[in-house]
């Protein structure tokens, strides 16, 4: 089994940033890729990034290319989303997930998922 825990979300105004910290606990030895992922309230969840647990490779949905970057330190099990540039439309709780097969944006693919962070960007 693998824990993930989400922080870091809050009040911020458009055009500020914030950084989410995602701590992962357990079974990560052999987890293959880890990402944030958000969700508004009557629409369905949406991928944001996604980095693999042990290399470099990423992938960005298209509108937040160029202002988030998504990073991560296995010595402290910790994944991180910089937030830059923040609008209004980000608003949503943020969730962080992880998969031992799953490589892409598709949250069906996911398996082990946190609680959320929300994230509020005021206009």
């Known amino acids: 089994q693998v824990q993930l825990v989400e922080s870091g979300g809050g009040l911020v105004q458009a055009g500020g940033s914030l950084t989410l910290p995602c701590l992962a606990s357990?079974?990560?030895?052999?987890?293959?890729?880890i990402g944030w992922f958000r969700q508004v309230p009557g629409k369905e969840r949406e991928g944001v990034s996604c980095?693999?647990?042990?290399?470099?490779?990423?992938l960005y949905e298209d509108s937040v290319k160029g202002r988030f970057t998504i990073s991560r330190d296995n010595a402290k099990n910790t994944l991180y989303l910089q937030m830059n540039s923040l609008k209004p439309e980000d608003t949503a709780m943020y969730f962080c997930?992880?998969?031992?097969?799953?490589?892409?944006?598709?949250?069906?693919?996911?398996?082990?998922w946190g609680q959320g962070t929300q994230v509020t960007v005021s206009s």
């Open positions: 357990g079974l990560t030895f052999d987890l293959r890729t």
């Open positions: 980095i693999r647990w042990n290399g470099d490779s990423t």
């Open positions: 997930a992880a998969d031992r097969l799953a490589y892409g944006l598709a949250p069906d693919a996911y398996t082990y």
